[in-house]
């Protein structure tokens, strides 16, 4: 615990959730928002945070099976954000940006709301305030440029409406440079899903979890960043199921964890979660499912004849396990033979297994592989296309897969491109648009001249921060639309002009919206109002509306009427696939699962109907040799390690709320969680200063924290650590190998146990 920390901010030993969290509602509560938090929580909208979901038409509270109390933690730091008053004035006009480029993650956020329109000139060291009618002509003339040059990049905590109109605006225009937070962190399970089973999102509902009795739960810390789900993990574990945990870092939410939506059962002992935890080397996750494959097959249990009828590709699979050594699986995963096999065994005996991850499995350079090993072992175990079963990415922002349903992507789908001409009138370029790592590459090379952001902190959010900045820097105009400051309206700078534009958030935008579940389920957003007094707000859909009204008048569809809503979505019943009850929803208020995506039988939207299996590979997982970063200097000692980049506790993608993570013991950012058997090896110790170094920078005086992380891995804060890698992406999705880092740690040796130390 930091020295001003107090016990309430502390942990509860060996638990995760519980009255740390009653202690932050309360804290809420009885802030001067408290009044207007109750009110919002209560608001009939979709929250704020994770795309596990909750709100709606049935009220803040409740899910889509009615279910009351589903509101979390997450949930109220996120709208405490939204709630704070706005900037103070003169803040931008005092504060040069060499000032605003030293502010923190959360330093930035606690500004407070944006509530004018700002820009920031070539040459000037401050912002300044400017009209609506000077930003419209900047944008105007900045997408006038020719298409190709022209890009956006999109955050999930938007609404369907604006994404699709972004889309509809860019490819109208003839760009499909359409870079999105997704190419960031769930694009493997995308890729990965679609090539098996022909769609790319969770087979599985809110009803079909709650009738599977074993959850495989890998690469993800849900406590801390969807812990909605850990209410579905405590009734499951409640009616006798099982859970298994894959993951290097042993989270004390996933051993245990106190929910407030059981008061008497689970909050005050907790409730048991993870039945089994594996710890594999990070970025041996396909290892691991082989071994887990390996062994259904030896014990006699792979479901032959289901794969007969439901899969093809399968033959080579099995083929490919039967050559691949007990050694070489274990080797690759630092995991036994018998732990693996316990594993299988727990499987193939439950009656219904959901296999369910996050980016501990995408964010590496075979994150493809990863999910479709996982999507393997679904299938040899028949564990897909029935109910209480299937494959269930995790996904972060709340909106992140609607984003994907509405046309935000490079990878547009043939029905949906089909749809679009037929709409436009025309054919849709051809030409490949940048996903976010290709838009950063193409900023750099200079071929980008104006960049839209519909949210989000693109600087923030890359790898190699100072590669990002520069390549940012190129950019004529970028054009940042948002809710609050962040580091990246002061890093991510462009050449000639950077504007600032303040947007309503999600409940108090004055038109209804709508939103997209991790669980295709699409929720609708009542109206609301701000509490910023005086200021100068539009909605994200009455902008990019009234710049396509602008920039094409009624060509080739009347855009000055897409300022409605309503007519956005009857838009969208028109060409997306899956979304017809949109267009009658202003009507029905009727929420409605997307159409074709939930397998309660095995048949596929692929050409034959089946899913489509291949063999994974074993991954390549060498580090280099301390010499690779410049080697230890004189009286050093030091390791390499595979440092996970991680959100804290206190965190929601780039956003920092807290500064401290209690449930690790890491009481501020500048530390690195390590193995005490890593620390006794190399002379370093406990609480130690230290310098991280990593392929694209350095960090130096990190505190070191000795952990329950498995040997030869380290874990620092995402997104500081970013300075230290490059972009190690998957080829096949452009996403960055965030969770397996290489970096050198050293520092001066540790004196022996007894020895004077030196002044802290």
């Given at each position: 615990?930091?020295?001003?920390?107090?016990?309430?901010d502390?942990?509860?030993?060996g638990?995760?959730?519980?009255?740390?969290?009653?202690?932050?509602?309360?804290?809420?509560?009885l802030?001067p928002?408290?009044?207007?938090?109750?009110?919002t929580?209560?608001?009939?909208?979709?929250?704020?945070?994770?795309a596990?979901?909750?709100?709606?038409?049935?009220?803040?509270?409740?899910?889509?099976?009615?279910?009351?109390l589903?509101?979390?933690?997450?949930?109220?730091?996120?709208?405490?954000?939204e709630?704070?008053?706005a900037?103070?004035e003169?803040?931008?006009?005092?504060?040069?940006?060499?000032?605003?480029?030293?502010?923190?993650?959360?330093?930035?956020?606690?500004?407070g709301?944006?509530s004018?329109?700002?820009?920031?000139?070539?040459?000037?060291?401050?912002?300044e305030?400017i009209?609506?009618?000077?930003?419209?002509a900047?944008?105007?003339?900045?997408?006038?440029?020719?298409?190709?040059?022209?890009?956006?990049?999109s955050?999930?905590?938007?609404?369907?409406?604006?994404?699709y109109?972004l889309?509809?605006?860019?490819?109208?225009?003839?760009?499909?440079?359409?870079?999105?937070?997704?190419d960031?962190?769930?694009?493997?399970?995308?890729v990965g899903?679609?090539?098996?089973?022909?769609?790319?999102?969770?087979?599985?509902s809110?009803e079909?979890?709650?009738?599977?009795d074993?959850?495989?739960l890998?690469?993800?810390?849900a406590?801390?960043?969807?812990?909605?789900?850990?209410n579905e993990?405590?009734?499951?574990?409640q009616?006798?199921?099982?859970?298994i945990?894959?993951?290097?870092?042993?989270?004390?939410?996933?051993?245990?964890?106190?929910?407030p939506?059981?008061?008497?059962?689970?909050?005050?002992?907790?409730s048991?979660?993870?039945?089994?935890?594996?710890?594999?080397?990070?970025?041996?996750?396909?290892a691991v499912?082989?071994?887990?494959q390996?062994?259904l097959?030896?014990?006699?249990?792979?479901?032959?004849?289901?794969?007969?009828?439901?899969?093809e590709?399968w033959?080579?699979?099995?083929?490919?396990?039967?050559?691949?050594?007990w050694?070489?699986?274990?080797?690759?995963?630092?995991?036994?033979?018998?732990?693996?096999?316990?594993?299988?065994?727990?499987?193939a005996?439950?009656?219904?297994?959901?296999?369910?991850?996050a980016?501990?499995?995408?964010?590496?350079?075979?994150?493809?592989d990863?999910?479709?090993?996982?999507?393997n072992?679904?299938?040899?175990?028949?564990?897909?296309?029935?109910?209480g079963a299937?494959?269930?990415?995790?996904?972060?922002?709340?909106?992140?897969?609607?984003?994907?349903?509405?046309?935000?992507?490079?990878?547009?789908?043939?029905?949906?491109?089909q749809?679009?001409?037929?709409?436009?009138?025309?054919?849709?370029?051809?030409?490949?648009g940048?996903?976010?790592?290709?838009?950063?590459?193409?900023?750099?090379?200079g071929?980008?001249?104006?960049?839209?952001?519909?949210?989000?902190?693109?600087?923030?959010?890359?790898?190699d921060?100072?590669?990002?900045k520069?390549?940012?820097?190129?950019?004529?105009?970028?054009?940042?639309l948002?809710?609050?400051p962040?580091q990246?309206?002061?890093?991510?700078?462009?050449?000639?002009?950077?504007?600032?534009?303040?947007?309503?958030?999600r409940?108090e935008?004055?038109?209804?919206t709508?939103?997209?579940?991790?669980?295709?389920?699409v929720?609708?957003n009542?109206?609301?109002?701000?509490?910023?007094?005086?200021?100068?707000l539009?909605?994200?859909?009455?902008?990019?509306?009234?710049?396509?009204?602008?920039?094409?008048?009624?060509?080739?569809?009347?855009w000055?009427?897409?300022?409605?809503?309503?007519?956005?979505?009857?838009?969208?019943g028109?060409?997306?696939?899956?979304?017809?009850?949109?267009?009658?929803?202003?009507?029905?208020?009727?929420?409605?699962?997307?159409?074709?995506?939930?397998?309660?039988?095995?048949?596929?939207?692929?050409?034959s109907?089946?899913?489509?299996?291949?063999?994974?590979?074993?991954?390549?997982?060498s580090?280099?040799?301390a010499?690779h970063?410049?080697?230890?200097?004189?009286?050093?000692?030091?390791?390499?390690l595979?440092?996970?980049?991680?959100?804290?506790y206190?965190?929601?993608?780039?956003?920092?709320?807290?500064?401290g993570?209690s449930?690790?013991?890491?009481p501020?950012r500048h530390?690195?969680?390590?193995?005490?058997?890593d620390?006794?090896r190399?002379?370093l110790a406990a609480?130690?200063?230290?310098?991280v170094?990593?392929?694209a920078?350095?960090?130096e005086?990190?505190?070191?924290?000795?952990g329950?992380?498995?040997?030869?891995?380290?874990?620092?804060?995402?997104?500081?650590?970013?300075?230290l890698?490059?972009?190690v992406?998957?080829?096949r999705?452009?996403?960055?190998?965030?969770?397996?880092?290489?970096?050198?740690?050293?520092?001066?040796?540790a004196?022996?146990p007894?020895?004077?130390?030196?002044?802290?």
């Amino acid at each position: 615990m930091s020295d001003n920390a107090s016990p309430a901010d502390a942990a509860t030993p060996g638990q995760g959730g519980g009255w740390p969290l009653i202690d932050g509602w309360a804290k809420a509560t009885l802030s001067p928002r408290g009044p207007k938090l109750w009110q919002t929580l209560n608001h009939r909208s979709a929250c704020l945070s994770c795309a596990w979901g909750t709100g709606g038409q049935h009220g803040g509270f409740v899910d889509e099976l009615g279910e009351p109390l589903q509101r979390c933690l997450k949930s109220v730091e996120a709208i405490m954000a939204e709630l704070q008053p706005a900037v103070s004035e003169g803040v931008f006009g005092r504060q040069s940006l060499a000032d605003l480029q030293q502010l923190s993650s959360m330093e930035a956020d606690r500004l407070g709301r944006l509530s004018h329109p700002l820009l920031l000139r070539e040459g000037r060291s401050h912002y300044e305030r400017i009209g609506w009618d000077d930003v419209f002509a900047i944008a105007e003339a900045a997408f006038r440029r020719p298409p190709e040059r022209v890009a956006s990049y999109s955050s999930g905590r938007s609404s369907n409406e604006a994404a699709y109109l972004l889309q509809l605006l860019l490819r109208a225009m003839g760009s499909n440079n359409l870079a999105d937070c997704s190419d960031l962190c769930h694009a493997p399970s995308t890729v990965g899903l679609n090539a098996i089973f022909g769609s790319g999102t969770s087979m599985v509902s809110l009803e079909s979890l709650q009738q599977a009795d074993c959850v495989v739960l890998v690469g993800s810390n849900a406590p801390a960043n969807h812990p909605r789900l850990m209410n579905e993990l405590i009734k499951l574990r409640q009616r006798g199921g099982t859970v298994i945990v894959i993951n290097p870092v042993i989270e004390v939410g996933l051993l245990k964890f106190g929910s407030p939506a059981f008061p008497i059962r689970s909050m005050l002992a907790g409730s048991e979660i993870a039945s089994l935890f594996l710890q594999p080397v990070p970025g041996s996750d396909t290892a691991v499912f082989l071994g887990l494959q390996k062994a259904l097959l030896e014990a006699g249990v792979v479901k032959r004849d289901f794969l007969a009828a439901h899969a093809e590709g399968w033959e080579a699979l099995l083929e490919q396990l039967e050559v691949t050594t007990w050694e070489a699986i274990t080797a690759s995963c630092g995991l036994s033979r018998q732990e693996l096999e316990h594993a299988a065994a727990v499987i193939a005996a439950a009656r219904g297994v959901v296999f369910a991850w996050a980016m501990g499995i995408t964010h590496h350079a075979n994150g493809i592989d990863n999910v479709q090993a996982i999507a393997n072992t679904a299938l040899l175990s028949g564990n897909v296309g029935r109910p209480g079963a299937g494959t269930m990415p995790i996904r972060g922002h709340s909106n992140v897969q609607g984003f994907g349903s509405m046309g935000v992507t490079v990878k547009l789908r043939a029905e949906m491109q089909q749809a679009l001409e037929q709409l436009l009138g025309r054919p849709l370029s051809r030409v490949p648009g940048y996903d976010t790592r290709a838009l950063i590459e193409a900023a750099a090379a200079g071929r980008v001249d104006s960049l839209l952001c519909l949210g989000g902190n693109l600087w923030g959010a890359n790898p190699d921060s100072g590669e990002a900045k520069r390549a940012l820097g190129r950019i004529d105009t970028i054009l940042y639309l948002a809710t609050k400051p962040n580091q990246g309206h002061f890093h991510g700078l462009a050449a000639r002009q950077t504007l600032v534009l303040p947007v309503f958030n999600r409940f108090e935008t004055p038109h209804r919206t709508t939103t997209e579940s991790g669980n295709n389920y699409v929720r609708l957003n009542e109206p609301g109002t701000t509490h910023l007094r005086g200021a100068d707000l539009i909605s994200e859909v009455a902008f990019l509306a009234e710049l396509a009204r602008r920039r094409m008048g009624s060509d080739p569809i009347d855009w000055g009427r897409l300022q409605d809503p309503a007519y956005v979505r009857e838009l969208i019943g028109r060409t997306v696939p899956g979304y017809g009850p949109i267009a009658r929803i202003d009507a029905t208020r009727q929420e409605f699962s997307v159409e074709g995506r939930l397998f309660e039988r095995p048949h596929f939207p692929t050409p034959s109907g089946r899913a489509r299996m291949a063999p994974t590979p074993l991954p390549e997982l060498s580090l280099p040799e301390a010499a690779h970063f410049g080697g230890l200097g004189p009286g050093e000692t030091g390791l390499v390690l595979a440092l996970i980049t991680a959100r804290s506790y206190g965190q929601h993608n780039t956003v920092v709320y807290k500064a401290g993570d209690s449930y690790r013991g890491m009481p501020h950012r500048h530390t690195i969680l390590m193995n005490r058997a890593d620390l006794r090896r190399c002379g370093l110790a406990a609480h130690q200063r230290v310098t991280v170094q990593g392929e694209a920078g350095a960090l130096e005086g990190v505190e070191i924290i000795p952990g329950e992380i498995r040997e030869g891995a380290a874990l620092m804060f995402y997104p500081e650590v970013n300075v230290l890698m490059k972009a190690v992406i998957d080829p096949r999705c452009g996403t960055p190998a965030f969770k397996r880092v290489p970096v050198l740690v050293r520092g001066a040796l540790a004196p022996e146990p007894g020895a004077a130390q030196p002044p802290r």
